[in-house]
């Protein structure tokens, strides 16, 4: 069941409807009963794991909060977060692992008769883990009591807006939401409203329409040349954008509806004019899980130039791999490890710093976003290989003839393009936030848009991973 489908839209009014008609407590009961449907119209054969993580991660946090002594309370913390890294672990990396091993048995001449069990990933894994170990850390750590309501805490961990690509949740930020009674108000019904119909555009106006000009490029088998690799190149790192936070802001309204408040996930990343602005700006609660539950506990930047350096690597690395389990991904980490390091070593990441100067500013800028397309062509591609050839032909620009497909592709820019214009307007306090009359307009616009060029329900990227 995906946000941009007919399932989904009739599954949402039925449980919207009773939700309305219900106490406190039922409504909570409702939501659990609702998000195991939806996660369980997927592969109900998984909601098996959802329920393990939900018992393993509520037991530990009651038993951390109980424990005084130091050795028993890290060792529970090391039973959660043992638990939860197989599972992940186990689920998204064996195949890769396996394969890797198949590979070099036959380097090394030793013809076995290798059995590779085919492991399927369970959708939405490495989200609902992510958020299950942020809950036990921060009870360890004492920064929130662990909860005593088993009821409230599995619908934390599978409300359904957010289950299966996210937001990542804090405990700190949506627990204190489920305990207590919800409140729907107008605003919050008109700001759901809102972000449903703007997320929807982002998703099935944008990216949908501009995979078919991505897809052209990175479809293993194909050699294009010139500037059309370059367009389909923007076209993914648009397609990407519009997916995720077409997702994220779907999943924000359909909460809002509820009377729920998620954090926000994504502002206008391609303004970032530096790599450290961009991971505040992409993927916002991620690189919040990542800076408050790895790098700083590596030591973040407390112990040094090189161990920074280090720390950063290590953490674009994993936060790499966390996507998926390929070489691709670990590249595209590492290409963001050390654009991360090499900005902190010019002391470009600093907003007091000789960077601000206007003409440095602007050419950092270009090699941000530069940086970032590179970056997607490894993201994208479905090998090394592939990604190498990707690069050689946007480097070799030898046609600089535009296919007709690029040139209507083109159009499906403009919503994330003047979006990102009225972003960085509005930060500069040029414009004052839209009035609710011009927003229904853009919303009836968007509403119509998205009826007369919707491209199919396909699924989120990030289903994927």
């Not at 204190?176 to 809102?194: F, K, L, S, Y």
């Not at 995979?211 to 194909?222: D, H, K, L, Q, Y």
Request: glycine residues 8%; charged residues 15%.
């Amino acid at each position: 069941m995906v946000f941009n489908s007919l399932h989904f839209l009739w599954f949402f009014v039925v449980v919207y409807a009773l939700y309305r008609l219900l106490p406190h407590r039922a409504q909570n009961w409702l939501l659990l009963v609702a998000s195991y449907y939806f996660y369980a119209s997927w592969n109900w054969r998984f909601l098996g794991l959802l329920l393990a993580s939900t018992i393993v991660d509520y037991s530990c946090g009651r038993l951390i909060e109980r424990s005084s002594g130091p050795r028993r309370r890290k060792t529970l913390l090391c039973l959660s977060l043992g638990f939860n890294l197989t599972l992940l672990g186990f689920f998204k990396y064996f195949n890769f692992f396996a394969d890797n091993l198949h590979g070099l048995f036959g380097a090394l001449g030793w013809q076995l008769d290798f059995v590779t069990l085919r492991v399927v990933l369970p959708v939405g894994i490495s989200f609902y883990t992510f958020v299950t170990m942020s809950y036990v850390i921060d009870v360890y750590r004492r920064e929130i009591p662990a909860t005593r309501n088993l009821l409230d805490f599995a619908v934390f961990v599978a409300y359904f807006p957010h289950l299966v690509a996210g937001p990542i949740l804090r405990a700190s930020k949506l627990l204190p939401q489920i305990h207590n009674p919800r409140v729907v108000t107008t605003e919050q019904m008109q700001d759901g409203a809102w972000l449903v119909a703007w997320g929807l555009l982002q998703k099935v106006f944008v990216a949908d329409n501009l995979s078919a000009v991505a897809n052209r490029i990175f479809e293993p088998g194909t050699h294009h040349t010139g500037i059309n690799v370059l367009l389909g190149t923007y076209a993914f790192a648009f397609q990407i954008y519009g997916d995720f936070a077409g997702y994220s802001n779907i999943a924000r309204g359909t909460a809002y509806l509820l009377g729920y408040r998620l954090p926000i996930n994504f502002n206008a990343p391609y303004l970032a004019a530096s790599f450290k602005n961009f991971w505040e700006r992409w993927h916002m609660t991620l690189s919040r899980w990542l800076r408050d539950y790895l790098y700083v506990p590596l030591g973040g930047n407390r112990h040094g130039r090189v161990r920074t350096y280090v720390n950063l690597m290590i953490v674009m690395l994993l936060g790499g791999l966390w996507h998926g389990a390929a070489y691709t991904f670990i590249a595209w980490g590492a290409i963001h490890g050390a654009a991360l390091a090499i900005e902190r070593l010019l002391n470009l990441h600093r907003d007091d710093g000789w960077g601000q100067q206007p003409a440095v500013r602007v050419a950092w800028y270009v090699v941000v976003q530069s940086m970032v397309l590179v970056a997607w062509v490894f993201f994208r591609s479905e090998s090394m290989e592939e990604a190498g050839l990707i690069l050689g032909n946007i480097a070799a620009l030898e046609d600089w003839s535009i296919g007709p497909r690029e040139t209507v592709g083109g159009l499906f820019l403009l919503p994330i393009v003047l979006h990102h214009a009225y972003v960085w307007v509005e930060e500069r306090e040029f414009l004052a936030p839209v009035a609710a009359p011009a927003r229904a307009v853009l919303a009836a616009g968007m509403v119509y848009a998205i009826a007369t060029l919707y491209a199919g329900n396909a699924d989120f990227i990030y289903f994927q991973f």
